[in-house]
T-cell receptor, first 116, second 115 residues
Framework: AQKVTQAQTEISVVEKEDVTLDCVYE???????LFWYKQPPSGELVFLIR??????QNEISGRYSWNFQKSTSSFNFTITASQVVDSAVYFC?????????????FGKGTHLIIQP | GAGVSQSPRYKVAKRGQDVALRCDPI?????LFWYQQALGQGPEFLTY????????KSGLPSDRFFAERPEGSVSTLKIQRTQQEDSAVYLC?????????????FGSGTQLSVL
């Protein structure tokens, strides 16, 4: 069985602070894919990143960065110099390759509030 | 259209009624997924289509749930004899190719309330 845990239900920071959203996953597959999606109040999930299990390089995209560590089964997401527009619910998700269901397994999400 | 379109945006049904939720994926997208999102939770996978073929329906919670994509484009999720526990947001997503590990494009969802 696959599982994604986002232990932080809600985080509130003041604008311009850095913030890290945690994601811990469980899978028995040796090949798997990890994702982050953003869900603003409009409800439409927006893709942020996909990382496969063979690529442990950290990635930076503007103010966003991701830290993938297989040793701790974590795929954390950091926003640097947060902005009010970053306020949303963020979901970490997992897709294995071992013949399970074809859909993504999502965590419960972290509600990020950026206060001006 | 430019994105994934779902209709209606909101649906209120009386317990026992049948409902049909529509999804228009991005034109040319091969894969189409349905997810159910309960309040305060992450989306949960319901079913997957590759073109018109329903390759995975393992997430459908009961035989009251039925999905189709007859011409490989528009999809309909039907719920028969709705119950209160069916109240949720139903999300549709599509992706360009036939692999299930690709970037997904989501619609804004249909919020279903069963009274």
């Amino acid at each position: 069985a696959q599982k994604v845990t986002q232990a932080q239900t809600e985080i509130s920071v003041v604008e311009k602070e850095d913030v890290t959203l945690d994601c811990v996953y469980e899978t028995r597959d040796t090949t798997y894919y990890l994702f982050w999606y953003k869900q603003p109040p409009s409800g439409e999930l927006v893709f942020l990143i996909r990382r496969n299990s063979f690529d442990e390089q950290n990635e930076i995209s503007g103010r966003y960065s991701w830290n993938f560590q297989k040793s701790t089964s974590s795929f954390n997401f950091t926003i640097t110099a947060s902005q009010v527009v970053d306020s949303a619910v963020y979901f970490c998700a997992l897709r294995g390759s071992g013949g399970g269901a074809d859909g993504l397994t999502f965590g419960k999400g972290t509600h990020l509030i950026i206060q001006p | 259209g430019a994105g994934v379109s779902q209709s209606p945006r909101y649906k209120v049904a009386k317990r026992g009624q049948d409902v049909a939720l529509r999804c228009d994926p991005i034109s040319g997208h091969v894969s189409l997924f349905w997810y159910q999102q309960a309040l305060g939770q992450g989306p949960e996978f319901l079913t997957y289509f590759q073109n018109e073929a329903q390759l995975d329906k393992s997430g459908l919670p009961s035989d009251r749930f039925f999905a189709e994509r007859p011409e490989g484009s528009v999809s309909t999720l039907k719920i028969q004899r709705t119950q209160q526990e069916d109240s949720a947001v139903y999300l549709c997503a599509s992706s360009l190719g036939g692999a299930t590990n690709e970037k997904l494009f989501f619609g804004s969802g249909t919020q279903l309330s069963v009274l």
